[in-house]
């Protein structure tokens, strides 16, 4: 019997239980208003049932919790605790709900000392914790569940801070403030990628990396989380003694750590797929949340353990949206994988 197993996320948009704030101290929900937005969440997992769901913007992770387990979820991780300063919650947590056991979790360790090796100071810290959690998979084992939220788009410098004046300080302001996320949600990416890569030759355990990146996979800032093997430079294979092995052998090798994103892999196992947008920044629309996989999964490795069988981007409530059900859904839309294991 083959065995499938439902992989979503999902950015939450503000998950605050009154009379907590978030952010600011007038945001505050009424009970009519986290009705409606718990219900929205309910009615969606009701409809597609994820078996693991990975979560971000969580501010409530108690009434999170509570909330998933009369959906048949009944193990939890979580990146630490948000940051409240009385009744104003300040910093989101990410979340991990699963319906199969949960070995162990914790923050992903980063790095700190290479941040400064990219040029960015040694004080560097992430804008969140990122949470990795070993789950135990039917069929496949230990499987480590990354859970991230990287970097907002949000600039970070404003116009006071470019030595400018006049209305050219605005656009520069602004330029200059977005490089800076850019550059902060780069850093976060690569020090990710080097925990995975690290993590993965320790363990040997399967890897899927999901969350909200706010950027495109083929971003810049993104673009070396899918970093393949004939992209590598002669030199890197010539230290590593991989260019005395056979282009089949040094393939084996590097495989073993290389991610992909499960839409390409759905493209090619399940080609019928609909391609949609997770978020709209004003009318344009992007794909910033995304599920990454490990060879484990990929239909096209001749020894893989399973292939994704459909991905799907539920972004129905974005473009035409149902009042009252909608009005406090969330601002992304739920990407999930289902991933036939064999």
């Not at 890569?197 to 320790?202: A, F, L, S, V």
């Not at 005395?244 to 495989?255: C, G, P």
């Not at 399973?306 to 035409?320: P, R």
């Amino acid at each position: 019997m083959t065995f499938e197993v439902k992989i979503a996320t999902l950015n939450l948009f503000n998950y605050a239980e009154p009379p907590l704030a978030y952010h600011e101290f007038d945001s505050i929900y009424t009970q009519a208003q986290w009705q409606l937005k718990q219900q929205w969440l309910s009615d969606w997992v009701n409809v597609v049932q994820p078996q693991l769901l990975g979560m971000q913007e969580v501010f409530s992770p108690d009434a999170l919790q509570a909330q998933l387990a009369t959906h048949g979820f009944s193990h939890f991780a979580k990146a630490g605790e948000p940051s409240i300063e009385g009744y104003v919650a300040n910093q989101s947590v990410v979340m991990l709900a699963s319906q199969f056991p949960i070995l162990e979790s914790a923050y992903v360790p980063l790095d700190f000392t290479l941040a400064a090796r990219f040029g960015v100071n040694e004080e560097f810290s992430p804008s969140r914790e990122m949470l990795r959690a070993t789950v135990i998979l039917p069929d496949l084992g230990t499987t480590d569940i990354y859970v991230v939220h990287l970097k907002s788009p949000r600039a970070m410098l404003d116009h006071q801070d470019v030595n400018l004046d006049g209305y050219g300080a605005a656009l520069a302001g602004s330029a200059l403030g977005r490089w800076a996320s850019v550059v902060k949600r780069g850093t976060e990416a690569m020090l990710l990628y080097q925990a995975i890569i690290e993590r993965r030759g320790q363990s040997g355990n399967a890897v899927v990396v999901m969350g909200d990146f706010n950027a495109t996979i083929d971003s810049s800032e993104l673009r070396g989380l899918l970093t393949a093997p004939h992209q590598l430079y002669r030199g890197d294979l010539h230290a590593t003694g991989l260019l005395a092995l056979t282009e089949r052998e040094r393939l084996r090798h590097l495989r073993h750590f290389q991610l992909q994103d499960a839409q390409a892999i759905a493209q090619a196992c399940a080609p019928e797929h609909q391609r949609r947008v997770s978020h709209y920044h004003g009318a344009l629309g992007f794909i910033v949340d995304h599920i990454l996989l490990s060879q484990e999964f990929d239909c096209q490795q001749q020894h893989s353990l399973g292939s994704v069988s459909q991905y799907q981007i539920f972004n129905q409530h974005l473009i035409s949206p149902q009042h009252p059900h909608d009005d406090y859904a969330s601002d992304h839309a739920p990407v999930l994988v289902n991933i036939k294991l064999r």
